[in-house]
């Protein structure tokens, strides 16, 4: 199969589009998914960087998160999948913790059953690609700040796309009672658009000096020592980025099926968007340029591979 492989840390210049990479052999709970869609995400240059060199897995690796594609072939544990079903999902289960050696950013790709979900009737499979990772780091990061309803929340980089679906969660999925997000100039109407009450360009006012208080800020940025001082009196702050001081705490997601099929109904109904930067989505020989352009920070939302061969 073609596949985009790496068997050196480094920047974008080490991927290669390889045309004879062995398709992938299945174990018993897992599926292969011809994948139809990937999506890009910052974990995934993090990781082609070395950040994880201690726990990753060996050379060479096809990177990917986040697939969208059709069931060809089932493992003799696999209860629910059926071949032709269209999934969607983040294959690796533990993102930072011995990822899989074989990515999405292939024509093939073997899953667990555990960490998918069908996809959702009414959307496309670039639009599915782009919510995994994504929709449930936001979401577990919402049920792990014991975020509920009435409660407030300020989401550090709005328009990223975690950012992006921790202000619809939160509005329309948790019931907020007030939704503040930062941006650049330019994107401050997305943020209004996708729920937020109170959008903040942060090139013309740092949001920490400000006088409102928040009882969830969720930074989705890495800008920590600023996100704990937005925090209320009895407020938390949550970080996927790394490290941050009290009153906050990070994680780091565990990808499961079960979160994506809990947001399905808000999917289906609409009222949780994808999403997407103009540029997307990028024909599978152009990896490179997108994972380029991701990593310059000036992306809005997401960006997918499609289509793949």
């Given at each position: 199969?073609?596949?985009?492989?790496?068997?050196?840390?480094?920047?974008?210049?080490?991927?290669?589009?390889?045309?004879?990479?062995?398709?992938?052999?299945?174990?018993?709970?897992?599926?292969?998914?011809?994948?139809?869609?990937?999506?890009?995400?910052?974990?995934?240059?993090?990781?082609?960087?070395?950040?994880?060199?201690?726990t990753d897995s060996p050379f060479p690796v096809i990177p990917g998160y986040?697939?969208?594609?059709?069931?060809?072939?089932?493992?003799?544990?696999?209860?629910?999948?059926k071949e032709g079903d269209e999934v969607y999902g983040d294959i690796h289960?533990?993102?930072?913790?011995?990822?899989?050696?074989?990515?999405?950013?292939?024509?093939?790709?073997?899953?667990?059953?555990?960490?998918?979900?069908?996809?959702?009737?009414?959307?496309?499979?670039?639009?599915?690609?782009?919510?995994?990772?994504?929709?449930?780091?936001?979401?577990?990061?919402?049920?792990?700040?014991?975020?509920?309803?009435?409660?407030?929340?300020?989401?550090?980089?709005?328009?990223?796309?975690?950012?992006?679906?921790?202000?619809?969660?939160?509005?329309?999925?948790?019931?907020?009672?007030?939704?503040?997000?930062?941006?650049?100039?330019?994107?401050?109407?997305?943020?209004?658009?996708?729920?937020?009450?109170?959008?903040?360009?942060?090139?013309?006012?740092?949001?920490?000096?400000?006088?409102?208080?928040?009882?969830?800020?969720?930074?989705?940025?890495?800008?920590?020592?600023?996100?704990?001082?937005?925090?209320?009196?009895?407020?938390?702050?949550?970080?996927?980025?790394?490290?941050?001081?009290?009153?906050?705490?990070?994680?780091?997601?565990?990808?499961?099926?079960?979160?994506?099929?809990?947001?399905?109904?808000?999917?289906?109904?609409?009222?949780?968007?994808?999403?997407?930067?103009?540029?997307?989505?990028?024909?599978?020989?152009?990896v490179k340029e997108a994972y380029s352009y991701l990593e310059s920070h000036?992306?809005?939302?997401?960006?997918?591979?499609?289509?793949?061969?």
């Amino acid at each position: 199969m073609k596949a985009w492989q790496y068997d050196e840390y480094g920047s974008v210049d080490v991927l290669k589009l390889v045309t004879d990479v062995p398709v992938p052999d299945i174990k018993d709970d897992q599926v292969l998914v011809k994948v139809v869609a990937a999506a890009l995400n910052p974990v995934d240059y993090k990781r082609r960087l070395g950040y994880f060199k201690a726990t990753d897995s060996p050379f060479p690796v096809i990177p990917g998160y986040d697939v969208a594609g059709i069931v060809v072939k089932v493992g003799s544990q696999v209860k629910e999948l059926k071949e032709g079903d269209e999934v969607y999902g983040d294959i690796h289960e533990h993102g930072l913790d011995a990822p899989k050696q074989f990515g999405t950013l292939a024509e093939y790709t073997a899953v667990e059953e555990k960490v998918l979900a069908l996809k959702p009737k009414n959307l496309d499979f670039v639009q599915a690609a782009a919510l995994p990772l994504a929709i449930e780091t936001a979401y577990e990061g919402l049920e792990r700040a014991g975020f509920s309803e009435g409660k407030s929340i300020l989401v550090m980089n709005g328009a990223g796309g975690v950012g992006s679906f921790v202000i619809q969660l939160a509005k329309h999925v948790f019931g907020a009672s007030k939704v503040a997000a930062t941006s650049s100039t330019g994107k401050l109407e997305l943020l209004k658009s996708l729920g937020a009450d109170v959008a903040i360009d942060y090139t013309k006012e740092n949001f920490e000096d400000l006088p409102d208080k928040y009882d969830v800020v969720y930074d989705a940025i890495g800008q920590p020592e600023k996100a704990v001082k937005a925090v209320n009196e009895t407020g938390v702050a949550v970080s996927i980025t790394g490290p941050i001081p009290p009153p906050g705490f990070s994680f780091v997601l565990t990808s499961s099926g079960s979160f994506l099929r809990k947001l399905s109904p808000y999917l289906e109904s609409g009222k949780i968007k994808v999403v997407f930067d103009p540029k997307s989505p990028y024909p599978f020989d152009k990896v490179k340029e997108a994972y380029s352009y991701l990593e310059s920070h000036r992306a809005t939302g997401k960006l997918v591979i499609y289509p793949i061969p």
